[in-house]
């Protein structure tokens, strides 16, 4: 996120006492987070008082006889368990400039949904919700980061920012107000939190000086990678693993003319700084010794990265963290969405985040079951480690009973609230009654994988009809990172088939009932997935936004994912 304070050069901080304000705003509001804990159940009460309280005479809030609500067992008589097309019509009525609709005070923007397909949904943002939700797990989120990895925040230059992404002239809602990407929000300026600012944010190619188309997105990624190189990077910010994935793949892409520009000083060929001529030499050295030059080899000093680290990129992170340096530890980001927060890491769990009790009143149910306006709901002291869960909050921002449409796995209880990590989206596939989840395919997945010994840099599939009539049956694109012989591919489907059986009843009764066939593959080019996340960014889809996504029926971009790349 942007700041409203100056940047002085762009590589010293403008404050010299601004990375220990930081530190300390930091580390306080994880302490404030760790002390919540102590009596969880209490700080969900405050939570559904307070939102009660403040939005009680809103639009929604007498439609819904929020003043009788007192306890748990109310709310849930009161506010169905709801999604965002459920929401949509008091959501558009408070982007047309309507007043006092979800909340009481008036959205301040509206952050964009992650989705990549069909219209962009519209949450709004109040000031309420960003200090009384997003602030305190926003500024906790980075506590593992600063305390493991303080050299991180020693240079501006030191963190690169891959989700940073400002804009001059926002797209706006009917009444005018920002929608906009939450990384591309100025929460200095807008929510008078300067400190907000994320590590990375005041680099030097935080604002480029080359002026570019709004959707200009690989332009955008070419320069701020080109600028970079010259810099002593410590720390990859990413959010979306999948951005992660791409820089390698961007150095090699792009090598050529990241190395002649840094010669002869040049920026997407405009003259930007003196010429750097020894950078230039080293950099020609590093590919003639290592033929594929990785980061690592032009940062030797990494130290982390920070992403979210489970669903399908839990399949490829830990070999793409040999690309970023042997001793390089991954973080992971909060378990969050646009709508709200779940979970943020406190420590260096590797995949879990531990549920931001103070965010939002939190229900969950069972992740096998359909969620209805009236599904029954648990607790978090109710919920079991080892079990997938449909996530629903409601909090002051006026999102109430949400389903926001998000499947977590509770890995363990510590410090007295659940660990939660994200197991994928709550969409089926279910085609012959099977009822699908990415979680019970990315499981199916791993077992198979770990079982004959084989990697992958990432997969994808769908549900093909041979002739379109017959059985239907999975077909699976595969990236292997190395080779697999047609021998290895066999075994491997086989042992998928029974770990999907194990996986999900569905499946096991689609498959013995033969309304379902055997799964196929399709092996890809190792880079065929880094390919189609770049076509896709060409079309203007902004990166944050392309994410891995396991589920794909879309013939054409099936198509384009395959076309040519079989091995």
Same mark, same amino acid.
């Given at each position: 996120?942007?700041?409203?304070?100056?940047?002085?050069?762009?590589?010293?901080?403008?404050?010299?006492?601004?990375?220990?304000?930081?530190?300390?705003?930091?580390?306080?509001?994880?302490?404030?987070?760790?002390? +919540?804990?102590?009596?969880?159940?209490?700080?969900?009460?405050? &939570?559904?008082?307070?939102?009660? !309280?403040?939005?009680?005479?809103?639009?929604?809030?007498?439609?819904?006889?929020?003043?009788?609500?007192?306890?748990?067992?109310?709310?849930?008589?009161?506010?169905?368990?709801?999604?965002?097309?459920?929401?949509?019509?008091?959501?558009?009525?408070?982007?047309?400039g309507e007043d006092n609709v979800l909340t009481a005070d008036r959205p301040a923007l509206f952050f964009t949904s992650s989705g990549t397909t069909g219209s962009h949904k519209k949450i709004p943002v109040t000031p309420r919700f960003m200090h009384t939700t997003f602030f305190p797990f926003y500024y906790a989120a980075w506590a593992p980061l600063i305390t493991h990895f303080p050299d991180v925040l020693a240079r501006p230059d030191a963190v690169l920012n891959l989700? %940073?992404?400002?804009?001059? *002239?926002?797209?706006?809602?009917?009444?005018?107000?920002?929608?906009?990407?939450?990384?591309?929000?100025?929460?200095?300026?807008?929510?008078?939190?300067?400190?907000?600012?994320?590590?990375?944010? %005041?680099?030097?190619?935080?604002?480029?000086?080359?002026?570019? +188309?709004?959707?200009?997105?690989?332009?955008?990624?070419?320069?701020?990678?080109?600028? +970079?190189?010259?810099?002593?990077?410590?720390?990859?910010?990413?959010?979306?693993?999948?951005?992660? +994935?791409?820089?390698? %793949?961007?150095?090699?892409?792009?090598?050529?003319?990241?190395?002649?520009?840094?010669?002869?000083?040049?920026?997407?060929?405009?003259?930007?700084?003196?010429?750097?001529p020894e950078r230039a030499h080293e950099l020609d050295r590093l590919a003639a010794h290592f033929g594929r030059v990785r980061p690592a080899h032009i940062w030797p000093h990494m130290r982390a990265l920070f992403c979210w680290t489970t669903g399908l990129a839990s399949l490829y992170l830990p070999r793409l963290r040999e690309e970023f340096g042997p001793g390089v530890t991954l973080l992971p980001a909060p378990v969050a969405a646009s709508e709200g927060p779940t979970?943020?890491?406190?420590?260096?769990?590797?995949?879990?985040?531990?549920?931001?009790? /103070?965010?939002?009143?939190?229900?969950?149910?069972?992740?096998?079951?359909?969620?209805?306006?009236?599904?029954?709901?648990?607790?978090?002291?109710?919920?079991?480690?080892?079990?997938?869960?449909? *996530?629903?909050?409601?909090?002051?921002?006026?999102?109430?009973?949400?389903?926001?449409?998000?499947? &977590?796995?509770?890995?363990?209880?510590?410090?007295?609230?659940?660990?939660?990590?994200?197991?994928?989206?709550?969409?089926?596939?279910?085609?012959?009654?099977?009822?699908?989840?990415?979680?019970?395919?990315?499981?199916?997945?791993? *077992? !198979?994988?770990?079982?004959?010994?084989?990697?992958?840099?990432?997969?994808?599939?769908?549900?093909?009809?041979?002739?379109?009539?017959?059985?239907?049956?999975?077909?699976?694109?595969?990236?292997?990172?190395?080779?697999?012989?047609?021998?290895?591919?066999?075994?491997?489907? /086989?042992?998928?088939?029974?770990?999907?059986?194990?996986?999900?009843?569905?499946?096991?009764?689609?498959?013995?009932?033969?309304?379902?066939?055997?799964? *196929?593959?399709?092996?890809?080019?190792?880079?065929?997935?880094?390919?189609?996340?770049?076509? /896709?960014?060409?079309?203007?889809?902004?990166?944050?936004?392309?994410?891995?996504?396991?589920?794909?029926?879309?013939?054409?971009?099936?198509?384009?994912?395959?076309?040519?790349?079989?091995?």
């Open positions: 996120m942007t700041t409203s304070e100056p940047l002085g050069d762009g590589r010293s901080w403008p404050d010299p006492e601004r990375v220990g304000r930081y530190r300390a705003r930091v580390f306080a509001e994880r302490d404030r987070l760790r002390a +919540a804990f102590t009596d969880p159940g209490a700080q969900q009460r405050r &939570v559904l008082a307070d939102l009660l !309280a403040f939005n009680a005479d809103t639009a929604y809030g007498r439609a819904h006889d929020f003043g009788r609500v007192r306890t748990l067992d109310d709310w849930r008589k009161a506010v169905p368990v709801q999604d965002y097309s459920a929401l949509a019509p008091w959501i558009e009525r408070a982007a047309a989700k %940073h992404d400002p804009l001059t *002239t926002p797209p706006t809602t009917a009444s005018g107000k920002p929608h906009i990407g939450a990384s591309q929000a100025d929460f200095g300026t807008r929510f008078g939190e300067p400190l907000s600012a994320e590590p990375g944010t %005041h680099a030097p190619w935080a604002t480029l000086p080359t002026p570019l +188309a709004p959707d200009a997105h690989l332009d955008k990624t070419y320069l701020r990678l080109r600028m +970079a190189v010259e810099s002593d990077i410590r720390c990859i910010i990413g959010i979306n693993p999948a951005m992660v +994935a791409a820089l390698p %793949h961007q150095l090699n892409l792009w090598w050529e003319r990241i190395v002649r520009e840094v010669r002869d000083g040049t920026l997407g060929g405009h003259p930007f700084r003196s010429p750097n979970g943020v890491a406190l420590d260096r769990h590797p995949t879990a985040g531990s549920l931001v009790v /103070t965010a939002s009143l939190y229900e969950f149910a069972d992740a096998d079951q359909d969620l209805t306006p009236d599904t029954p709901t648990l607790r978090p002291d109710e919920l079991e480690p080892g079990r997938d869960y449909h *996530t629903v909050f409601s909090h002051v921002g006026g999102l109430y009973r949400y389903a926001v449409g998000d499947v &977590v796995r509770v890995v363990d209880h510590e410090d007295g609230v659940p660990r939660l990590e994200y197991t994928g989206r709550s969409t089926l596939s279910n085609v012959a009654g099977e009822r699908l989840r990415d979680a019970h395919v990315l499981r199916a997945l791993t *077992t !198979a994988l770990t079982a004959g010994g084989l990697e992958l840099r990432n997969a994808a599939c769908r549900v093909v009809t041979p002739d379109h009539h017959g059985t239907p049956a999975y077909q699976f694109a595969l990236a292997p990172a190395i080779p697999w012989s047609d021998a290895e591919t066999d075994v491997f489907l /086989t042992r998928l088939d029974h770990a999907l059986a194990r996986e999900s009843p569905g499946y096991h009764q689609a498959r013995t009932r033969l309304r379902l066939g055997a799964p *196929t593959a399709l092996r890809l080019h190792p880079d065929a997935f880094l390919d189609d996340w770049h076509a /896709t960014v060409a079309t203007g889809v902004r990166p944050t936004q392309v994410k891995d996504r396991l589920f794909r029926q879309d013939p054409a971009h099936w198509q384009r994912l395959t076309d040519g790349k079989g091995s």
